[in-house]
């Protein structure tokens, strides 16, 4: 009989598993963080976080990693599980992600921010900042939010996403202007993907059946649907089925007086090029 094979005290949360890996295969090669920023690279003060914890990094520098190791897809692997791990967002937050993440088609309404599926990273900084997260949590917070955005990326599998946003969103703009072109830049080139569509809800329209409610609509495998309302203050999931429709139908009216998608475009376009440049020096 073969011998059995103890059990590691390797975690088993994909976050704290990955940077475990990271660290140790550092390690055992008797690296320092900066011989191995040489052999690599890439900055060695990134690579501390990545051991540490506090940030995931990007997928270039993992599958340098694992080139450098030759450890093939291993680090990137665990990288993509730690990216997707649902325990990364609040507690309240985490049924919905997972949901999110294997939705068939999404459709969202935007009353005052962008949605996180397409934030840049400025954006989701500012966001978050405002809500309280500071230091290494904001951090944090700021990496598991646009590590949703891969969701839209997917080469193969995307879901077709629908963004309904009103005006003011984007008359709202950052503090930073460089930042904020770069984020009406993102969202001209998100709405240029073959499944994506977002229409602009003009502020003329009046009020509606959302006037104060953001809101994503979850299409799920087995053909339902769910809903996520959220406010400054609170968020919750809907699944019953008399309340989702209800929020359908105020979407969908809301719909009908939105631009289409060419005159959203050209709103967009427009909103861009009356944002302030920086100064050249």
Aim: one cysteine or more; aromatic letters at 6%; a neutral charge.
């Amino acid at each position: 009989m073969p011998q059995r094979v103890a059990v590691t005290a390797l975690s088993h949360e994909p976050r704290k598993r990955f940077s475990e890996e990271v660290r140790r295969l550092r390690r055992e090669r008797g690296l320092s963080l900066r011989d191995l920023s040489k052999a690599v690279g890439w900055d060695s003060s990134l690579l501390g976080k990545m051991e540490a914890g506090s940030t995931l990094g990007g997928p270039e520098v993992v599958q340098a990693l694992d080139q450098h190791y030759g450890t093939g897809p291993l680090l990137l692997t665990l990288w993509e599980l730690a990216l997707g791990d649902p325990n990364q967002f609040k507690e309240q937050y985490r049924r919905y992600m997972v949901l999110e993440g294997e939705a068939t088609c999404l459709w969202h309404y935007s009353v005052s921010i962008l949605p996180g599926l397409l934030q840049t990273d400025a954006y989701a900084r500012e966001v978050l900042a405002l809500g309280g997260y500071r230091g290494k949590d904001l951090d944090l917070q700021v990496e598991a939010r646009v590590g949703r955005r891969k969701l839209l990326e997917r080469l193969d599998d995307s879901p077709p996403f629908r963004g309904l946003i009103s005006e003011a969103v984007l008359r709202t703009p950052l503090r930073a202007p460089e930042a904020w072109r770069h984020q009406l830049e993102y969202l001209l080139e998100v709405a240029g993907r073959q499944d994506v569509a977002i229409q602009v809800l003009p502020l003329s329209t009046g009020l509606c059946g959302l006037v104060s409610t953001a809101v994503m609509f979850l299409r799920l495998l087995d053909g339902t649907t769910v809903a996520y309302t959220e406010n400054a203050h609170r968020g919750e999931l809907i699944e019953d089925s008399t309340a989702v429709e209800r929020l359908q139908r105020a979407y969908d009216a809301m719909r009908d007086k939105a631009l289409n998608l060419a005159e959203s475009r050209s709103f967009i376009m427009r909103m861009l090029e009356e944002a302030p440049c920086v100064p050249s020096t």
